[in-house]
């Protein structure tokens, strides 16, 4: 019987609570539509499109491929990426790099967005800093399954 | 001749007033919730560039609605699985008939009822079609041949029946004091005050009657925290395979469902379209004033006063549904077995021993 | 049998058996890497050291015989910490370009690192650079900068193969691997390096970045392309998701069989049986002029079948010709004799096998086929297959193409074939022969089958399935039982 009487008293206190947070930001949103546009605002949305939030710093958004200085891809194709996605959707295929002392690269990198999962071990397992998730894009929807698989020429046009 | 018209005006006027109330009971529940989680909640939709805070937001979901395929899925029992909606909504929809919403006006020297239809049993009439509304549950699922949505709809089945009898039981007490099953009758009589400045509402001759009834009401609407029927998010309800414009139906019964519960609240419980301390001649303070209106204004004012009790019951409603998680399934049938019914029927008691007093 | 101690286990080996080999035997792993069993140990590594009772110094395990009663103890502090040392020195010099090494995975020098070193190099000093990319000749690219100098590769061009091409040259710290000039390796068993190198200092030019070891699912078969039957593992890619083209097989390496091969193959084997399955027939077929019209099994079995239940119920079996080959399992001529011949007793019957090629006296064998003492112990008249006998007198003829029919033969076998009514090439690649074929049906590979092999020494190895059988392929041992219940249906 008293758990009963305590089970009131809790909904009894979130009602309260929810009423609470309805009439302040009512009280609010009455103001600022009446001109106090000064006073804090009924609710803590952005509005999207038009106001952007600033992306966190460890934010993980569209995958670059890093270039050297010549424009190839760093990536020397060990397909660690590769082997840690658990979404398995890279692809790499390697190639003869014609600097001798880099022998190895990306002939294809491909990633499938539409399985990609943004977990970012593909980043954390690359030995050469090769792939990255700071494009800071992260409007990706397309029209077409093409659209979202992005190859080597794609990834590497972040840069 | 002028009986039929005047009854297809009310019954136009008191439609119309039902489903444009529904349309943005929508709204205004998208609005609230978002209110009291401090978000903004639809604004976007807009004709030409005009939004207003979101209020063509039901336009848009209703034109989205009609746009969209209707589907019959092809294991489906074609016939039932598109009755179903149809009847769910009917039976909600022909509730609004008996709630009065005004007292009587005189036009052209005849007394006309502001309420489609006054039977004796109105009460009765009111919560059988209700009851009714169960069937396009039962249908729905099975018509839908999914293991899923029958599971949804059976739960359905049994949430509303338990409740039935708790809804049932309440009013009890309240029949025994009022003095007729007539909803004009039972508005009539709240009219008065008690101990000379108390109206006289259900709810303060029957205070426990009004919260088991309430509680017993919210199952009835099948929304959280009593939504195990539909449970869209995780436990897949009985609806699981329409879409388009039968399952808006189901969703817009949803919504009748809340201002149906609101109008028989108000009705039953605060007095209808009653003021307080409004008679037909105008105010008789409590504390011994009268301040006279005229005849017209009186009827605007109960008539306003009915509108808002209903709003204020939709507010309250909505305000619950984005309160309080759902009850587990054992929960729910205990606390509609177990404590409900055993409450209601210790009411019905006490109430018997009051007025045999 | 002398016994002996290590950690704490008392084992019982052979006189004159090494500490190292007692402690395999017994699963005991100690680290080593120019130490390999077939050779003589050569004691260059030093990572083998292990504690041995009564001596003042760590010893070689490698190399110090078992004597009675010795007590080892392979997991000391101070075993751990030589170990520790060696590594270190190795790596000193050693690139750690894992990421672009073809080794990384199966990499000894890895492996041990993460067993027992993870150390921090003490060295601030650039590490030296040397050619990357020499090519030693046939397949084999040398890597100096990864080589530890363990000459495997030269014990084994001067042991096993006795060419020599392979030698170290300079001393001390400019020691390295390499050739004389213009005299690369030559070898038919050069292959063999790449898997001796503990390291990813010798690799495979086909091998070279096509993928990564550890994707690779190694499971073991029997090379079919020679009478030796060599013991091997096939290396395929299960293949991504929604990537077909990345599955697929890769490597071919010897497994070893003392009584058969060793720990070696031939580059025949290694090459060849890899560069089959670049070449399959996928579809069951039927050339009407035009384009090939694909089959269904259950339709071609019902055409065959009918046809040669027909020359079976009226007694008209010496119209029938079957050309099989001794590449085929035990199993899959025990089916064809108890399943077919049992009910077809006067159909004619040839082996086509590819003519011998060149004996090199070590493994490979003239007999280019896998299974002809299995074929002649199943009673089988190896007859050689001669189209000019081939004729008139058939009207149905099966073709069990085997890994190399027909070759050099087509015009000879195309004419032959013209007069045949049903001609039905039963092959797992494409020979070029298919247009003078009324059917062809893709069959296995021995890869993708299971069965036994009885080798030129007479030694029977059973196999299973190494790789999944490709897509459209119908095994021999399958077809040839379908046919054979198809034949008797209603008889």
Known sequence: MVKAWGYLWALVKGAAVTTRHFIVNMWFHT???????????????????????????????????????DGRPRCVACLLCVTVCPSECIFVEAEEDPDPDVQKTAGRFEIDLARCSFCGFCVEACPEDAIRMDTGTIELAARSRADLLFDRDRLLRRN | MSDVLTALIKIFVALGWFLVLTL??????????????????????????????????????????????????????????????????????????????????????????????????????????????????????????????????????????????????????????????????????????????????????????????????????????????????EIIGFFAEYGGLKWGLFMMTDFMEIIVVSALLATLFFGGWQVPWLAADGFHWPWGGHWALARWLVVVLQVLAFQAKVVFFCWLQILIRWTYPRLRYDQLMDLGWKVLIPLGLLNILATGLVMSL | MPKLTIDGRTLAVAEGTTVLRAALEASISIPHLCWHPAFPPEGSCRLCLVEIEGFPKLELACSTAVREGMKVRTETPAVRESRRR?????????????????????????????????????????????????????????????????????????????????????????????????????????????????????????????????????????????????????????????????????????????????????????YGYLDLHRRRLTRISWNRGGPAAEMSRAKILSVLGGKIREMAVRGRSSRLGLVLNSGLTVEELRSVRDGLLSRLPEARLWFDDPPPGEDDGFLLRAERTANRRGAAGLGFDLAPFDPAVLGKDLDIILVFGGLSVGKGRDEVLGQALASIGTKVLLSPVETGLEPAFDFLIPTALPSEKSGTFINVDGLARSFEPAIPVAAGVWPEGEFLAALAEEISRGA
């Open chain 1, 31 to 69: 103001l600022r539509l009446v001109g106090f546009k000064r006073l804090r605002a009924g609710a803590v949305t952005f509005q999207y499109p038009e106001v952007r939030k600033p992306l966190a710093a460890r934010h993980r958004s569209l995958h670059r491929l890093v270039a050297r200085p």
């Open chain 2, 24 to 233: 943005y009971l929508t709204w205004v529940e998208r609005k609230e919730s978002a209110v009291l989680q401090d978000r903004i909640g639809a604004n976007r939709a807009s004709i030409f560039g005009l939004r207003l805070f979101g209020l063509f937001q039901p336009f848009a979901d209703a034109i989205k609605m009609i746009f969209k395929e209707d589907f019959v899925p092809a294991f489906a029992d074609k016939v039932l699985h598109t009755l179903a909606p149809f009847v769910s909504f009917f039976f909600v929809a022909v509730t609004i008939a008996a709630m009065p919403f005004g007292d009587d006006i005189v036009v052209g020297g005849k007394t006309v009822g502001l309420q489609v239809f006054d039977p004796s049993v109105g009460l009765l009439y009111v919560l059988a079609m209700l009851s009714l509304g169960i069937y396009g549950i039962i249908l729905s699922g099975w018509a839908s041949r999914n293991r899923f949505a029958l599971l949804g709809s059976a739960r359905g089945a049994a949430q509303l029946i338990s409740y039935e009898v708790a809804l049932g039981l309440s009013l009890i007490g309240l029949i025994m004091v009022f003095p007729s099953l007539r909803m004009s009758d039972i508005v009539r009589f709240q009219g008065g005050t008690i101990l000379g400045f108390l109206p006289r509402w259900g709810v303060f001759l029957q205070p426990l009657g009004f919260a088991l009834f309430f509680v017993a009401a919210l199952a009835e609407t099948k929304r959280v925290p009593f939504d195990l029927p539909e449970g869209e998010s």
């Open chain 3, 86 to 270: 060696v590594l270190e020195f190795l790596l000193a010099d050693h690139p750690v370009d894992c990421p672009i090494c073809d080794k990384a995975g199966e990499c000894k020098l890895q492996d041990y690192y993460e067993d027992h070193g993870l150390t921090e190099s003490v060295f601030r000093e650039e590490k030296e650079r040397r050619p990357k990319n020499i090519d030693l000749g046939k397949n084999l690219l040398l890597d100096r900068e990864r080589c530890v100098l363990c000459t495997r590769c030269v014990r084994f061009l001067r042991e096993v193969t006795r060419t020599g091409e392979l030698g170290v040259f300079e001393r001390g710290v400019r020691s390295e691997i390499g050739i004389l000039e213009g005299r690369p390796v030559a070898t038919p068993y050069g292959g063999n390096l790449v898997d001796l190198c503990p390291v990813g200092a010798i690799t495979d030019r086909s091998f070279r970045f096509r993928t990564r070891t550890w994707f690779l699912v190694s499971r073991p078969t029997i090379c079919p392309l020679c009478a030796r039957g060599c013991a091997i593992d096939i290396d395929h890619h299960p293949g991504l998701p929604r990537r077909a083209d990345s599955a697929g097989v890769f490597r071919v390496r010897p497994r070893p069989d003392e009584a058969v091969n060793g720990f070696w193959i031939c580059d025949l084997g290694r």
